[in-house]
């Protein structure tokens, strides 16, 4: 029998488990803790029986989840792979790696930062390496649509930055380029945003990228809404354009939550230093490892049909919600991204979002172009995701439009609801 020596126990590679023997085990959670089992239960029986049609979320693959529920959940790694704070990073290493190959790959970037922990986190970290507190940048206004990371008084970028807001045309709803370049050259901005929680078209990048060159602007593109149509070739890049790309990977994307940054070879050091160690620490790895997952799934021809038909469905639904009666802001869209303005209905867009809710249907409120009042923010990532089709699009129309009514018996109406939600189940059991 060999004698196993310590230097050649230290040279043996580690036993590698069978998938069986990993831990994620659902029903040893409903064992131990029946409380929060419960509540994870109960949410996903929500997501089940109602039709998430909130334009920021979607339902990420098994695939996914398993990477997020995986052991890297446990791992520490600060720094960068090959350059970290800690021990044992070899595992972690190999999953960022993949992840930024992956992100650079799918997107044509020259550097990816896959770190982040959110969208917001994202842009901190580009402000933080293009900007000095007082800086001037100029983004869409909050009351247009911007994030509020875009300025909002009560966000650090409000704090520490002089904001700009640029608007959209109150007829059209279209970005006032007139309006953006008149104000870059008045307040000659450190750098321009362009990205919105609600705009439904494509923001010209070439336009956004000549008026920065004419100011000496950085260009900041926050894709954090488009970046999973813009991985399936169902929206224009801005890649090319921006000096910097901000994202969320849990959108369109369908990754799960967390942030990313894509830039040139010339920032990638500024870009990465910003994210650790100025505003970060240790990166989620699982989270690290679960983009990498997604990434991969977005390279697929079956995620470029995936992206054009969340396009196709929205268009379908704007069209259909015209019809009922509603106001479609900008009339229609391009992207994922639905604004409806309920008034014609005579109704406000808080109480048809109750009206809404108490139907089954989750989505938001957001502001409009034009005046106070607020409209509904629609998207189609979600359900598009479940399967749903063109005649779904219509079906969810008329149910919308029959729930901001009060129309009809609202038991019938839920029921409806939840039909057309279980009959395409987000995880087919
Ligand atoms: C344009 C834009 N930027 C940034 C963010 C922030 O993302 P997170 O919520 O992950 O911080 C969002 C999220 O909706 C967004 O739409």
Redesign the pocket.
Known sequence: MPVTTPAAREAAPPSVPSAGALPQDFAALVRQDPEISGILLAEAGRQASTLQLIA?ENFTSPAVLAALGSPLANKYAEGYPGARHHGGCEQADAAERAAVRRAMSLFGAEHANVQPH????A?LAAYAALLRPGDTVLAMGLPYGG?L?HGAPGNFSGRWFEFAGYGVDPDSGLIDYAQVRALARARRPKAIVC???SYPRHPDYEQFRAIADEVGAYLIA?A??PMGLIAGGAAPSPVPYADVV?A?T?KVLRGP?G?MILCGVELSERIDRAVFPFTQGGAQMHTVAAKAVAFGEAATPAFAVYAHRVVAHARVLAAALESEGFEITTGGTDTHIVVVDPAPLGVDARTARERLMAAGMVLDTCALPYGDARGIRLGTAAVTTQGMDEDDMQRIAALFGAAVREEGDAGRLRAEVRGLAEHNPPYPG
């Not at 959110?118 to 986190?121: A, E, I, L, M, Q």
């Open positions: 920021a959110s969208g917001s986190s842009v994030h990371t990205g919105s929680i926050d954090a809404h901000c969320t849990h939550r942030g």
